[in-house]
């Protein structure tokens, strides 16, 4: 259960980012979650001085492929990498093993490369909760992402 708004921060505490280029991979699962993601993530990076033309997005089908979209992204001379999707507990298994694999895929990506990848990607029970958490009364997930991309861009460039 979330304890906090997704979406509440400092905004002192976020360096400038006018000159970072940003890659958003988006599953087009959920979509209708996934695009308020996008949207929190999207309006929170130009909040801080991005400019459009400097925030690139992908779709790629679900969230089991952001590992490979991502992948692809680093590729594209970004700062950082956001990876939006959306997985909903079902009656089988199959929530079990997407979630573990895109955590465990994200992670590697971060690990064996140079872009940092945030990881946005809601494992939500039902579909309420991926609502209240993607612009709802939990705040956007999105919104938290873009700041910790800012955040990891920052560190990569200063490191």
């Known amino acids: 259960m979330a304890t906090t708004n997704l979406s509440d921060y400092d905004k002192n505490t976020v360096p400038d980012a006018n000159k970072f280029r940003f890659g958003i ?3 087009e699962w959920n979509s209708s979650i996934t695009e308020g993601l996008y949207k929190g993530a999207y309006d929170t990076l130009i909040d801080h001085g ?4 400097n925030i690139v997005r992908w779709d790629v089908p679900g969230s089991f492929e952001l590992i490979y979209g991502c992948k692809k992204m680093q590729e594209q001379m970004v700062n950082a990498v956001i990876a939006i999707g959306s997985v909903i507990q079902g009656e089988t298994k199959h929530f079990d093993f997407v979630c ?7 992670k590697d990506l971060n690990v064996m490369r140079e872009t940092p ?3 946005c990607v809601l494992t939500d029970n039902t579909m309420q909760q991926a609502i209240e958490r993607s612009g709802g009364k939990h ?9 910790a991309a800012i955040k990891m861009a920052e560190l990569r460039r200063n490191s």
């Open 25 to 27: 991979v988006v599953s």
């Open 50 to 53: 991005v400019l459009p033309a």
């Open 100 to 106: 573990e694999g895109v955590a465990q895929g994200i």
């Open 117 to 119: 990848v945030i990881f």
């Open 139 to 147: 705040g956007n997930k999105g919104t938290e992402a873009a700041i």
